[in-house]
């Protein structure tokens, strides 16, 4: 995973000086991979530890494996194939984020899932998970019930919404019912800013870019089930 990737993924852990000096290395890459930490640190006027303790935010052991990473980096496209898909998923899974979530749902009151089209058996698939955790859990197929459900739920409920893009009219509608009433939002989409993963309040990722046949949306959905089952494996042993 290259470093933009990263700063995405672990968003909620930086500040706004790590923030920057994610920006200068970004935009300094080719320069960077040469650079000791302390004539970094001296270039953004801060200090080693600062970018020492920024590098584990982002997953690495420190400055140096950052460094190693960014000369490892590839700069052409790689192949769009199930197989990396499913190994790009693997490496966007945080567990410490899905441990939040899980925590969250088992301290909720109900939990109320919806998705739109191919989307919805996921959203089955994750009520059964959640009832078998001992948890009120409803899916919706359709949007009158998801809708009502929400304008009834309370303070304690969760709302748990998947999305291929993150952009669908339907489930952003249910966000932003879920905020006028206070219901905390989990998200599920494709890695990659979107409106839904804004509105979150709690947002994990798959990665399976859009492709399209004969105007058929057929986006591999493995990656879609596979951060649900590593989701499910960690509610189930949440006490």
């Excluded at 001296?42 to 303790?53: A, E, G, M, W």
């Excluded at 890695?191 to 804004?198: W, Y």
Aim: proline share 2%; charged share 25%.
């Amino acid at each position: 995973m290259n470093l933009k990737d990263r700063a995405h993924k672990y968003e909620y852990k930086l500040n706004d000086t790590d923030d920057q000096i994610i920006d200068y290395i970004l935009a300094n890459q080719l320069t960077v991979k040469e650079t000791s930490i302390q004539s970094l640190a001296k270039s953004l006027y801060t200090v080693p530890n600062t970018i020492t303790r920024l590098s584990k935010k982002l997953g690495y052991d420190g400055f140096s494996q950052l460094k190693n990473s960014l000369k490892e980096e590839q700069a052409a496209q790689e192949e769009n194939t199930a197989q990396f898909n499913i190994r790009k998923t693997v490496e966007l899974l945080d567990d410490e984020m899905l441990a939040r979530i899980a925590r969250k749902v088992k301290h909720s009151g109900h939990v109320y899932l919806f998705g739109v089209g191919d989307t919805a058996p996921f959203c089955e698939i994750m009520s059964t998970h959640f009832k078998i955790g001992g948890m009120n859990a409803e899916f919706f197929l359709h949007r009158h019930d998801a809708v009502y459900a929400i304008n009834h739920g309370s303070k304690q409920d969760v709302l748990f919404l998947i999305s291929m893009s993150g952009e669908t009219e339907q489930i952003l509608e249910m966000a932003e019912l879920a905020k006028e009433k206070g219901i905390a939002i989990i998200s599920l989409t494709h890695f990659g800013a979107n409106t839904l993963e804004r509105m979150a309040d709690y947002r994990f990722f798959f990665y399976s870019p859009k492709r399209m046949m004969e105007n058929y949306n057929i986006s591999d959905k493995t990656p879609v089930m596979l951060a649900l089952q590593h989701l499910s494996n960690i509610f189930w042993e949440t006490t």
